[in-house]
């Protein structure tokens, strides 16, 4: 089995800063995407960021020059830095993993149980 533990998030005040943190544990092969989704009240739950094996990095369009996410593939943690940040990013944030579990042949995907990140002044 394979757990997503968060931490970070709370509370920031617009133009401010906040930083998440991802760690998986348990059985893990390989992990080939680790990243972020969010969901706020009333809306679906949309990707902020993806971190893929290779390097690539994917960022919705309203993060882009804002939200950077970075990856230590050795402590199987991901990172999300949250900078000028405005009270439209307030929302429930979920760490996400494609993970390829010892043993097995395919990937599963896995997530976090969410971080309330609340911008407000």
């Known amino acids: 089995q394979v757990q997503l533990v968060e931490s970070g998030g709370g509370l920031g005040q617009p133009g401010g800063s906040l930083r998440l943190s991802c760690t998986a544990s348990?059985?893990?092969?390989?992990?080939?995407?680790m990243g972020w989704y969010r969901q706020a009240p009333g809306k679906q739950r949309e990707s902020v960021a993806i971190?893929?094996?290779?390097?690539?990095?994917n960022y919705a369009d309203s993060v882009k020059g804002r939200f950077t996410i970075s990856r230590d593939n050795t402590k199987n943690t991901a990172t999300l830095q949250m900078d000028s940040l405005l009270s439209e990013d307030t929302a429930a944030y979920f760490c996400?993993?494609?993970?390829?579990?010892?043993?097995?042949?395919?990937?599963?995907?896995?997530w976090g149980q969410g971080t309330q990140v609340t911008v407000s002044s």
């Open positions: 996400y993993a494609k993970v390829v579990p010892s043993g097995a042949i395919r990937h599963y995907e896995y």
């Open positions: 348990g059985s893990i092969f390989k992990i080939i995407e």
């Open positions: 971190h893929h094996l290779v390097g690539i990095t």
